[in-house]
């Protein structure tokens, strides 16, 4: 079976750094990953996906994410946050079979905070 | 866009009553999903549908059950409902090898 490991429960960051959110996966396979954000009291929002193909993927609002076989990861990067950015972050890993990614596994999230 | 939407943001209910969450999507979606949000677990699989009338167990079904009658409405029961089930409730739509979207929440309080 897949898991996520999402490190960083909270992370605090200020406004106009860079941010990196780790993500460890296990999966037997080529996996189906994904960033998900969730602003208070919200369901979630994509950010990105990675099927195959490219190993750096572009997302939404600036959001970047690298897959790296060889280390299990796909951490999600921003090179300057803002304080927009304040939410919970989960990575999610999918599992392929007959119904494709659909059934995906979530780590338990990261919680950013942005100071001024 | 897609649009998942479920019945309520807010509900509370008491011990051992019987409690529906009603989830709706607009894409003509086959999967549909719900799962359950704790502090510090993340998100947790409780059931899910590939297609009308059909359904899985996902990883913790115990104490809930679903209905799938149409292909745009999935619904999950809480039998008896119990303090241990008040959480954050999710549900999520997807067609076949694509993104998962998901509906803004419903929050339950069991009394």
């Known amino acids: 079976a897949q898991s996520v490991t999402q490190p960083d429960i909270h992370i605090t960051v200020s406004e106009g750094a860079s941010l990196e959110l780790r993500c460890n996966y296990s999966?037997?396979?080529?996996?189906?990953l994904f960033w998900y954000v969730q602003s208070p009291g919200q369901g979630l929002q994509l950010l990105l996906k990675y099927f195959s193909g490219d190993t750096l993927v572009q997302g939404i609002k600036g959001f970047e994410a690298e897959f790296k076989r060889s280390q299990s990861s796909f951490n999600l990067r921003k090179p300057s946050v803002h304080w927009s950015d304040a939410a919970e972050y989960f990575c999610a890993v999918g599992a392929r079979g007959y119904f494709g990614n659909e059934k995906l596994t979530f780590g338990t999230g990261t919680r950013l905070t942005i100071i001024p | 866009d897609v649009k998942v939407t479920q019945s309520s943001r807010y509900l509370v209910k008491r011990t051992g009553e019987k409690v529906f969450l009603e989830c709706v999507q607009d894409?003509?979606?086959?999967?549909m999903f719900w799962y359950r949000q704790d502090p510090g677990l993340g998100l947790r699989l409780i059931y899910f549908?590939?297609?009308?009338?059909?359904?899985e167990k996902g990883d913790i079904p115990e104490g809930y059950s679903v209905s799938r009658e149409k292909k745009e409405r999935f619904s999950l029961i809480l039998e008896s409902a119990s303090t241990n089930q008040t959480s954050m409730y999710l549900c999520?739509?997807?067609?076949?090898?694509?993104?998962?979207?998901f509906g803004p929440g419903t929050r339950l309080l069991v009394l």
């Open positions: 894409m003509d979606h086959e999967n």
């Open positions: 549908s590939y297609d009308v009338k059909m359904k």
């Open positions: 999520a739509s997807t067609a076949r090898e694509e993104t998962q979207y």
């Open positions: 999966y037997g396979a080529t996996p189906y």
